[in-house]
């Protein structure tokens, strides 16, 4: 795969302390890649070192096969960036924001994103009198309007409300259909776990896990559960399920653990008796929440 972001042995001191210790990861090109981390963790010290906003203690960082220390300029046309703070004068219309920016990048002005983000009405609406969902959906039609091959969004869909958030999250699905690099920081675990293909996860300033949502999940400590329902009731107590492990029953369910998820299920049908019927069965995995947490506590490391 084609590596889009490349950050090698990053250090980031201020004084005696260390905001960034040490860490290293790729982003491929037409990822979705989640940063993830307490705050304080230097999430936003890392994104703002690849955007060429602070300068590295140690380490190297290339975007696009560019130094965002040497190559500035270049790294312009090929970076977008929305800020976790950011903001515009509030007496600026909606149409001078994105004249400003697309003049900036010397192209005409990118009006057709305001239709692609459902701002069309709000076109002659002054910045300070927009919703933060309207601010930020503004703020990411701005930062793609060069058409970026890399786009960072820091915290895209803070305060904003749950239709702002599925628009939003539209938005960076699309980006990826159509080849654009998505670097996102986030506290959403639930937004990591539906929109990145991959996550590093950053605390106290070192890298503690890496991969896919479900390869960093899988290596925490907590089990599948599997909670399943017989109209007999065949599999509320047997103790005979190799794959899985009895929890607990409420009621007429039955609540099962496993780590081997596809195989548990299968043999727990098996048991089933041939005159029985399966109610209810759901399968819950171990959220990425729950290994965050697990994290933060120093567990499975």
């Known amino acids: 795969m084609t590596l889009a972001v490349q950050v090698n042995s990053l250090v980031k001191k201020y004084g005696s302390n260390t905001a960034v210790d040490n860490i290293s990861f790729n982003i491929y090109k037409g990822e979705v890649f989640g940063l993830l981390g307490p705050n304080g963790a230097g999430k936003t010290t890392t994104l703002e070192i690849i955007e060429g906003l602070r300068m590295p203690t140690l380490g190297e960082v290339y975007v696009e096969g560019l130094s965002p220390i040497r190559d500035t300029k270049e790294l312009r046309k090929v970076l977008g960036v929305q800020l976790q703070i950011s903001t515009l004068p509030e007496v600026m219309r909606v149409d001078e924001a994105m004249e400003l920016i697309c003049t900036f990048k010397g192209i005409k002005p990118r009006y057709d994103l305001l239709e692609r983000f459902g701002l069309v009405k709000q076109k002659k609406q002054q910045y300070g009198k927009l919703s933060t969902g309207q601010k ?29 958030r599925a628009q939003l999250h539209n938005a960076i699905r699309e980006l990826r259909k159509n080849g654009v690099t998505v670097v996102i920081a986030t506290h959403d675990m639930a937004e990591a776990e539906s929109l990145c293909d991959r996550i ?25 559960r599997i909670t399943i329902r017989t109209k007999k009731g065949n599999l509320t107590s047997q103790g005979n399920i190799k794959k899985a492990t009895f929890a607990s029953q409420k009621e007429n369910n039955a609540l099962w653990l496993c780590t081997d998820t596809a195989s548990a299920i299968i043999e727990m049908l098996s048991a089933i008796d041939a005159d029985d019927e399966v109610l209810v069965l759901r399968v819950e995995r171990p959220s990425l929440e729950e290994r965050f947490l697990e994290l933060m506590e120093g567990g499975n490391s």
């Open 136 to 164: 930020r959906r503004l703020q990411l039609a701005l930062a793609i309007c060069g058409n970026p091959k890399v786009v960072i969004l820091d915290e895209p869909t803070a305060g904003v409300d749950v239709q702002g």
């Open 200 to 224: 590093a996860i950053i605390i106290n300033g070192k890298l503690a896990a890496l991969g896919s949502p479900e390869e960093v999940t899988a290596k925490g400590s907590f089990q599948t």
